[in-house]
C-alpha cells in the first residue's frame, strides 16, 4: 500500500494526516494555526504535526510517497507559494518547497475547495463520477470542480452574478452568488425579515437564541410562520438559478452541497430539484443533487491525494 500525508489548512485549525492511495484516512492530527505568528514559526508547527501523524500511521515511511497541501487564499499551484491570503495575513509563502525541502518528498499545494471537492470524488458523496462539482454554502460559497478525478483549478463560481444590479458583494460587484447563497447571505435576509416584522415569529426565535444563525429562518418555518417559509423558498430560488447556470454551462453528473445550510438535508436539496428542473436546458442529463458527506475529511482526504 501507497500513502500520502494530507495537510489542510483553516483559519482556526490546521489538520495533518496519512491517507492510504485509496483515501483512507489511518491517522490524523490537528494543531491550532494561530496565524498571528510568523509564517515560519507556522510552518514548524505544520511539520511537527505532519511527523506526529505519520508516527502514528504505524506505517513504513518509504511507502509515505507524497504530501498535499489544501489552503485558502490566492495560490500559486505550479510553483507552491501562496500569495496573498487575507485571514491568515500570508504574503509570498513558499510553503511547499519549503516543506518539501525538510520533509525530503515532494509536497503539493491547492487551493483548499478544490482539494476538499477532490476529496468527495475520492472517497464521497460524488464517488465514481466522471465530473462533480461540490459547492460550499458557509461564510462565503465555495465551488471547486473535479473531472475525470482531477482537480479543475480556479472554477470560482461564488461571484457570478445571479441578480443584475443586486445585492453589494465584498467583491466590489453587485448580485453575486455568494451575497444571496452563502450562510451569510441567508442570515442577512433574515435579520432584514425579523427588522421588518420585529414581533414575527422569526424575530421571536431570534431573541430567544440570543442571535441570528442560517437555522433560524427554518426553525420559524417550523412552527408554521408563513413569512419564514416565503424566505426559504426565495433562497432556494437564488440557490437553483446559480446551480442552473453552472448545469447548463458545465454539465456536472454530481452537485454536492456542502457547509452549514446545507445541513438542512432533503428539505432544502428536494424544493432546490425542483426548481432546477423547471429552469435547466432541456435535453441536458439532469445531475445528482446531493449532500456532502466526509465533512472536514474531504479537506485532508482530497490534499493528500492531490499529491498523488
Ligand atoms: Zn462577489
Redesign the pocket.
Known amino acids: 500500500m501507497k500513502y500520502y500525508v494530507g495537510i489542510d489548512i483553516g483559519g482556526t485549525n490546521i489538520k495533518t494526516g496519512v491517507v492510504t492511495e485509496t483515501g483512507e484516512i489511518v491517522s490524523e492530527h490537528s494543531i491550532p494555526t494561530r496565524a498571528e505568528r510568523s509564517q515560519n514559526e507556522v510552518l514548524k508547527d505544520i511539520i511537527a504535526s505532519v511527523r506526529e501523524s505519520v508516527a502514528g500511521a504505524n506505517v513504513n515511511p518509504d511507502d509515505i510517497l507524497a504530501a498535499g497541501m489544501g489552503t485558502p487564499g490566492f495560490i500559486d499551484s505550479k510553483n507552491g507559494i501562496v500569495i496573498y491570503n487575507n485571514n491568515l495575513g500570508w504574503r509570498d509563502f513558499r510553503i511547499a518547497p519549503e516543506m518539501s525541502r525538510v520533509l525530503g518528498i515532494p509536497v503539493t499545494l491547492e487551493n483548499d475547495a478544490d482539494a476538499a471537492a477532490l476529496g468527495e470524488v475520492i472517497a464521497g458523496s460524488a464517488k465514481g463520477t466522471k465530473s462533480a462539482m461540490i459547492i460550499t454554502l458557509g461564510t462565503g460559497v465555495g465551488t471547486g470542480y473535479v473531472v475525470d478525478g482531477k482537480i479543475v483549478r480556479g472554477c470560482e463560481f461564488?461571484?457570478m452574478v445571479i441578480e443584475f444590479g443586486g445585492r453589494r458583494?465584498?467583491?466590489?460587484?453587485k448580485g453575486?452568488f455568494?451575497?444571496y447563497c452563502s450562510a451569510t447571505g441567508l442570515i442577512n435576509m433574515t435579520k432584514e425579515l425579523i427588522a421588518q416584522n420585529p414581533e414575527g415569529k422569526t424575530a421571536l426565535i431570534a431573541a430567544k437564541e440570543g442571535s441570528v444563525g442560517g437555522q433560524t429562518v427554518f426553525e420559524a418555518a417550523d412552527e408554521g410562520d408563513r413569512e419564514a417559509a416565503e424566505l426559504i423558498d426565495r433562497y432556494i430560488s437564488y440557490l437553483a438559478c446559480g446551480l442552473v447556470n453552472l448545469i447548463n454551462g458545465l454539465q456536472p453528473e454530481t452537485i454536492s452541497l456542502g457547509g452549514g445550510v446545507a445541513k438542512q438535508g432533503e428539505r432544502l436539496l428536494k424544493p432546490l430539484r425542483q426548481k432546477v428542473g423547471l429552469e435547466i436546458y432541456e435535453g441536458i442529463t439532469f445531475p445528482k443533487i446531493v449532500n456532502c458527506t466526509l465533512g472536514y475529511k474531504a479537506g485532508l482526504i482530497g490534499a493528500a491525494l492531490s499529491a498523488r
Not at 458583494?169 to 460587484?173: K, L, V
Request: with cysteine; proline share 0%; net charge neutral.
Open positions: 461564488g461571484h458583494c465584498t467583491c466590489g460587484r453575486c455568494e451575497t
